[in-house]
Structures are given as structure tokens and as C-alpha cells.
């Protein structure tokens, strides 16, 4: 009783402590910095988008950029390989999570590592990587060179949009993975046995008790990679082709090689309104699997 | 636990390396490779040879390895500061504010890394701040984009932290800012180590934004490797991403020997 007491007298002054300091004032701080190096900015470049070199009325840069056949392309080509590739790495990182979870075999713990070491590194590695495989003086070509004695191989597609597609999918497949392996991991085993004793195929099992458990995190995980397709950069840049301009590649080449800041930025403004509007949608997704998947496991607990 | 023959989970098996293999494991294995050869013309590099290796010991690649260390050091250290505080900030005032703040410093991840890298060259090219062609751009570049991943990894170590241990040093009248530094901040030493990792990796291989600002005498290596490789020094260039892939694992290794020896506690 004593002891209560006490904590009770020791406790009164500082919570008295904490309400005497506005609460607000502590966020300050850091919302300032941000706001310095990160609003601040984006707001100039979003002003500078609507101030035309050349004066005329607010929207000039915008209907002289939007016009011009080179953006058209650009943005054709930035939903087209973000699409392409967003649908690749839901089907080939759905296939490998279901072998690395349901079908595990010695050493998929180590891969799963080996997927977060993955992530850590720059994507245009990926490309370089595949200039080696893929290139004019690659694996494949050497091999089928020497097996044919033929004067040049037959792949020749790493400066076309199937080669940033394919270094795409390699690179954004992990991103889908780890979310999806976390979620199997919450799917109970009973649920697969009592399936496969009620004759239920693989197939089938996948199909009505994994696929439906694990579409949240799809879902989550594949617009997390089609957002971050529609802002890659590194990839497209080492791939060198001409033809395949992005928007973030359009938006680097009118800043830094043109020195049109005015098209650059409202280039930018394009690609900014279209991710970011694709990623508050993620968050939404992830917002609900949160809630979901807290739910699930509070009601576990309490069982 | 899906497929009981031997046989299917033999096929399967086969089936996920064969796409497992040349996609995921083959790209570091031919970069590499390709970084000890001066010609690759068939299945293997061929003329073994150490002098991408010794010519990076020497010439301006060194420079740029020591910049990227140096701004990844930079980043990740502001951003681990930036990010603890605003999380910690968030915590407090909770409901929607923490919403508020929780989505202002999300926002630097939505928003295309040539953007930042753009806003950045537009806002401090003029007058108040001229900050253009200095090192510090590239610095702040980099904060700006990894903060995010700081904030969200402390957000969510603060969210699964127990209130009880805090409430209990309070209730023996520790002080809030005693509280902080030998309570919360302990209990949060892994996921801040973690989160540092993470911040160092990223700026490490930043490209995206570093190529619209970088000044001349502060060349980050991914800058080093993308001029190497462009004009045709393939091999260079691939020494070039072996000693950033080690050097960024080097550091990840580090950091997380700091993390086990926190988890102890």
C-alpha cells in the first residue's frame, strides 16, 4: 500500500512535467528540416513549372510539353514497362514464395536472406549484370557462337524496352516476395491438411485457401512495385538505348543535357502526380491488410 | 507440406531453380566474374587479370569510393537522427497528428528520386540559399530520400515497443529526457542499427538523383560506375560494382554485429 502511495505521489509531477511542454513543439524540429529540403523544393519546382521561359499564360511549358511527341512516347513507355513488369514479378514472385514456403527444402531460410541482401543493392547492378549475360559479348551469345559457329548470337534485345522489362522483373520481384512470404507464414497448416485429406489437389489448395489469404499482400506489393517502375531510373539509364526514354530518363535528359528546366519540371510534375497518387493507394492497401492482419492475430492470442 | 510425392517436388524444385538460378544468383556471379577478365566471347570470361582491381587502388575510382562512404556516412546518420526524432514526436502526439507526420516524411518514397534531384537544383540554384555544385546538395539529396526508411523502421519498432517499461520508469520519477536516453532509446538500439543499415545501403547505391546534381569534385561511386561503363570499360565497370556490393555489405555486416550484441540486453 505504502509503495502505491508513492508511485502515486512520484508519478503526479511528471506528468504535470510533460503537459507544462506543448506537445506540438517537439515536432517541430524535424517537420521544419523536411520542410526546408524536401516541401519547399517540390513546391518551387511545381511553380517553375508554371512560370514559361518565354511568358504567356501559366500552362504554356505544359501544353507545348504535352504535345510533343517525345513525352507522349516517354509516358506510353513508363505505364507500359511498369505495367508489364508489375505483372511479371506478381507471377513469378508468387510462384517462387509458394515453393520457398509450402514446398521448403533445405536452405530456403538462407534464401530469404539472400532475397534481403537483394534488396540492398542499386538496381542498374541488374543491368550491368545482364549486358554480361545477354550483351553482344555475353554468356549466351558466346555459347551459341561456339555451338553453331555463327558470326553473331541471336539475343540482341537489351536495348529495346524487353531488356529494361526483364531487368525490371529481376530486380522489383524480391519486393514482391518478402511481403508475400510473410504472409504464408500466417497461413495455418491444419487449413492445407485438412484440405489435402478432404482430396483437395495442390491446385485447388492454392487456389481456394493460400490464393485468398495472400491477396492483401499481393495487392500491397504489386502497386509498392508499380509505383517504384513508373520512378526507375538507374535501369533504364545503364540500358542506353535511345529509343526507350522513361519519364525519370525525359526528366534527366531536359534538365541536365537540354537545360530546359521549365519542360523538366513539368515533366517531373506528371511523373510525381502519377506515383504519387498510385502510392497512396499502397499505403490504403497496406493501411487495411495492417488492420486485418492484427485482427487475426489478436483473435489467435486469445484463443 | 503442399506436395507429398517425391517425384512433383523433385520437378518443382527443378523448376525454381532453373528460374531461380539465371535470374536471381547468375547477376552477381557474372559481374564477378567479369570483373577478374579482359574478354568474355564464350560461356566463360577469359584472360584472368587483377588490374581493374589495381587500377580502382589508384586512379579517381578510390575518390569516388571514399565520397560514397563518406555521403552514405553523412545520410544515413542525419536521417537516423531526423527520422528517430520525428517518429518519436509522432508517437506523442498520436492520433492525427502522428497520421500527419507519419505521411509528410512517407512522402519522399512517392515521390520519383529525378524529382527530388530536380526540386533540389531548382530550389537552391537562386537566392536565399545557393547550393548548387557544392557537396552538401548531394548530401542533403540523399537524406531527403532515405529518411523515410528511418522513420518508417523506427515507427514501427516504437509501435511493438511495450508501454510498460517506460510507464514504470516514469512511475519512479525518472524524468522524461532520462527516460528517452536509458529507457526507449536502449529498447530501440536494434531496429536504430537496423534502420542505419538500411539508410547506408540505399545511399550507397543512390543513382537516380546524385546524377542531377553531383559537382565535379564529389562523385559518388554509382556516378563513377555509370561513366566507366558508358564509354565501353565493361570490366572496370564491374570492379567498380564488386568493391560498392562490398563495401555496402562490409557495413551491413557491421551494423548488424551491433544488433546481436543489443538483443542481449
Not at chain 1, 514497362?81 to 514472385?93: E, P, Q
Not at chain 2, 534531384?117 to 531527403?144: C, D, E, K, M, W
Not at chain 2, 509501435?159 to 510507464?167: H, I, N, W
Not at chain 2, 564491374?238 to 538483443?263: C, E, K, N, Y
Amino acid at each position: 500500500m505504502a509503495s502505491l502511495t508513492q508511485r502515486v505521489r512520484l508519478g503526479a509531477p511528471a506528468r504535470t512535467r510533460v503537459r507544462a511542454l506543448p506537445r506540438g513543439l517537439w515536432a517541430l524540429p524535424p517537420v521544419a528540416a523536411l520542410a526546408l529540403v524536401f516541401l519547399y523544393p517540390l513546391f518551387l519546382l511545381v511553380r517553375q513549372s508554371f512560370t514559361p521561359d518565354e511568358g504567356g499564360p501559366m500552362t504554356a511549358a505544359y501544353s507545348e510539353v504535352l504535345a510533343e511527341a517525345s513525352f507522349q512516347d516517354a509516358l506510353v513507355n513508363t505505364v507500359l514497362i511498369a505495367a508489364g513488369a508489375t505483372l511479371g514479378c506478381l507471377v513469378l514472385g508468387f510462384a517462387l514464395a509458394l515453393v520457398v514456403a509450402f514446398v521448403p527444402f533445405p536452405g530456403a531460410r538462407a534464401l530469404g536472406r539472400f532475397i534481403d541482401i537483394f534488396l540492398a543493392f542499386p538496381s542498374f547492378l541488374i543491368t550491368l549484370a545482364l549486358l554480361f549475360v545477354y550483351g553482344t559479348t555475353g554468356v549466351a551469345n558466346g555459347l551459341w557462337t561456339s555451338a553453331t559457329g555463327a558470326g553473331s548470337g541471336p539475343f540482341d534485345f537489351l536495348h529495346t524496352p524487353w531488356g529494361v522489362l526483364l531487368a525490371e522483373i529481376t530486380y522489383f520481384t524480391p519486393f514482391v516476395m518478402r511481403p508475400l512470404l510473410a504472409a504464408f507464414s500466417q497461413v495455418e497448416t491444419g487449413q492445407l491438411e485438412a484440405a489435402a485429406s478432404l482430396g483437395a489437389r495442390p491446385r485447388r489448395i492454392v487456389r481456394t485457401v493460400i490464393l485468398p489469404e495472400a491477396l492483401p499482400s499481393l495487392a500491397a506489393g504489386g502497386a509498392l512495385v508499380l509505383v517504384m517502375c513508373l520512378n526507375e531510373f538507374g535501369i533504364v539509364l545503364f540500358t542506353g538505348a535511345k529509343d526507350v526514354v522513361t519519364l525519370p530518363v525525359l526528366v534527366y535528359t531536359k534538365a541536365i543535357l537540354d537545360g530546359d528546366y521549365t519542360g523538366a519540371c513539368v515533366v517531373a510534375v506528371v511523373n510525381i502526380a502519377l506515383s504519387v497518387a498510385l502510392y497512396a493507394g499502397y499505403r490504403a492497401l497496406v493501411a487495411r491488410t495492417g488492420r486485418r492482419e492484427g485482427g487475426a492475430r489478436r483473435a489467435r492470442a486469445q484463443q | 507440406m503442399l506436395v507429398h510425392s517425391n517425384k512433383a517436388r523433385a520437378v518443382i524444385w527443378t523448376g525454381f531453380l532453373l528460374l531461380f538460378v539465371p535470374l536471381f544468383a547468375l547477376p552477381f556471379a557474372v559481374i564477378l566474374a567479369a570483373s577478374f577478365a579482359t574478354t568474355w566471347s564464350g560461356a566463360l570470361p577469359s584472360g584472368p587479370t587483377l588490374t581493374h582491381y589495381q587500377d580502382i587502388a589508384k586512379g579517381d575510382s578510390l575518390n569516388a569510393l571514399v565520397t560514397s562512404l563518406l555521403t552514405a556516412l553523412a545520410a544515413s546518420l542525419l536521417a537516423l537522427a531526423a527520422g528517430t526524432w520525428a517518429a518519436l514526436a509522432a508517437q506523442r502526439l498520436g492520433g492525427r497528428g502522428k497520421k500527419v507526420i507519419d505521411t509528410l516524411f512517407m512522402l519522399p518514397v512517392a515521390v520519383p528520386s529525378v524529382a527530388v534531384g530536380l526540386s533540389l537544383l531548382v530550389a537552391f540554384s537562386q537566392p536565399p540559399l545557393l547550393l548548387n555544385g557544392t557537396r552538401q546538395i548531394v548530401i542533403i539529396a540523399h537524406t531527403v530520400l532515405v529518411t523515410a526508411f528511418a522513420h518508417q523502421s523506427v515507427s514501427a519498432a516504437l509501435d511493438r515497443l511495450d508501454p510498460a517499461y517506460e510507464q514504470s520508469a516514469a512511475a519512479l520519477g525518472a524524468r522524461p529526457a532520462y527516460v528517452l536516453w536509458r529507457v526507449k532509446l536502449p529498447l530501440l538500439l536494434p531496429s536504430l542499427t537496423a534502420a542505419t543499415g538500411l539508410c547506408f545501403a540505399l545511399s550507397m547505391g543512390e543513382l537516380s538523383a546524385t546524377m542531377m546534381i553531383y559537382p565535379p569534385d564529389w562523385l559518388p561511386l554509382p556516378v563513377q560506375i555509370f561513366a566507366t561503363t558508358d564509354r565501353g570499360a565493361l570490366f572496370s565497370g564491374a570492379a567498380l560494382a564488386v568493391a560498392l556490393m562490398a563495401a555496402t555489405l562490409l557495413v551491413l555486416f557491421g551494423v548488424s554485429r551491433i544488433r546481436t550484441r543489443a538483443s542481449y540486453r
